[in-house]
């Protein structure tokens, strides 16, 4: 009987290993330290980190509770979107990871936007953080969409 057992728990870690996940629901992705599923609120140090690196770089232009411009889905006078929410009510959250960190480094796209890039002045720790940090901003409902179209992404 304690074998079974035994083999049923093995054979849960090797399913949740396939997941890429470590046992707690942590994951690194693509090498930054943010945490998926049931962890994403639970490393302070790390939410402190990104929320400092959102209030000194970030929150002149997304807001300090990141909800973004009022009008944020409405090009300016000089065709630029302005900044749009991070806190979950925008659209943020239909981007993995690696494509939220890469608007982070490298800002617009081609150029043609005000988001300003990031790589070489912030660490890929930082930009982690941050996105840790305005994640845990989101809604239950909203991180568990995202998370689900992560898990199928794979
Ligand atoms: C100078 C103003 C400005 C600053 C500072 C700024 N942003 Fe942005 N950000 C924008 C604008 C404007 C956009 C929309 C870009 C576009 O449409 O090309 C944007 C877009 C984004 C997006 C994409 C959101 C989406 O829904 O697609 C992310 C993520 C983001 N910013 C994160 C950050 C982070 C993190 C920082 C701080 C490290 C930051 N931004 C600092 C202006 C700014």
Not at 135 to 146: C, G, I, K, N
């Amino acid at each position: 009987m304690r074998g079974t057992i035994a083999m049923v728990v093995l054979g849960l870690l090797a399913l949740a290993g396939c997941q890429g996940e470590n046992g707690d629901g942590t994951a690194l992705r693509g090498g930054l330290p943010v945490p998926e599923g049931v962890a994403r609120k639970a490393d302070p140090a790390l939410l402190a980190q990104g929320e400092q690196v959102y209030r000194q770089h970030c929150a002149n232009c997304h807001g300090a509770d990141a909800s973004g411009a009022p009008d944020w889905r409405k090009r300016d006078a000089d065709g630029f979107f302005p900044p749009p929410p991070l806190n979950g009510s925008g659209h943020a959250w239909h981007h993995s990871t690696e494509v939220l960190a890469g608007l982070i480094r490298d800002g617009s796209p081609d150029g043609k936007g005000r988001m300003p890039a990031w790589r070489g002045r912030l660490s890929e720790q930082e930009i982690g953080a941050v996105i840790a940090w305005f994640q845990s901003l989101w809604p239950q409902q909203v991180y568990d969409a995202w998370y689900e179209m992560q898990q199928r992404g794979r």
